[in-house]
């Protein structure tokens, strides 16, 4: 079983997407279907969220006994592997390292807001709550303790990771509408209609910074409430 999940870890970093390819993509759709037989339909191609979606569901199945080895090698491809990856090193790290599996939630999900931010199409926002299921209670129980809260919040706004990716935000732009009905309708899709121009990053670095430090704030405030 280990082998099969690393050969699947190390598959991700051999899609084109996954390198800084920000380009013109020709997606289809896929149907997929999910360990509790629940039937979704996916954009799948160049490491679009279909394929990444799907080799998260075979991950999940992974047995715990294997959790630090694959939350090891997840980590350690944090740049080269879409961010929605981090919710699954986080899972795993729940129990053996919470302070670890705490900043990799906060740095997976800072990292797919940002990605998800500079999409043309904002419904690719619309994917955010479903990357945050990935990670599931193992998270929410650890975000019960205040201190711990605030020191990881603080240590991915202070670390600069969240805007150090190699991967393209294609993986979550493709989950958009307007990349679904290219697919639907057998059309390519360009750069300028998928992803904002670079000149609008930094505005969108500046708000999620900002919403980084509300966040510390909020956990500075519960701990003084404590």
Known sequence: MIRMLALLIATLMTTPALAQVD???TPTIQEITTQDNVTSY????DGAFGDAFATMASLIQGSPAYNRQIA???WERRDRNAPV???????????????RALYAYFLGRARSLYD??????????QAIPLIDEFAGNDIARLMEDPVRLHAQ???????????????SPWWICSSS??????AANGQSITRDEWLKQSSEWVSVQNGLNQNLLNNIQVAANAMVAR
């Open 72 to 74: 090891d090698d997840l």
């Open 177 to 182: 509408d307007s990349v679904f009905f290219a």
């Open 42 to 45: 996916f954009v799948m191609g």
């Open 116 to 125: 998800a931010m500079r999409c043309v199409d904002s419904t690719a926002m």
């Open 153 to 167: 919040l603080s240590a991915v706004y202070s670390s600069g990771e969240v805007f150090t990716s190699q991967v």
């Open 85 to 99: 990856f981090l919710m699954e090193a986080a899972r795993r790290y729940a129990d053996i390292d919470p302070d």
């Open 23 to 25: 380009g013109t993509y």
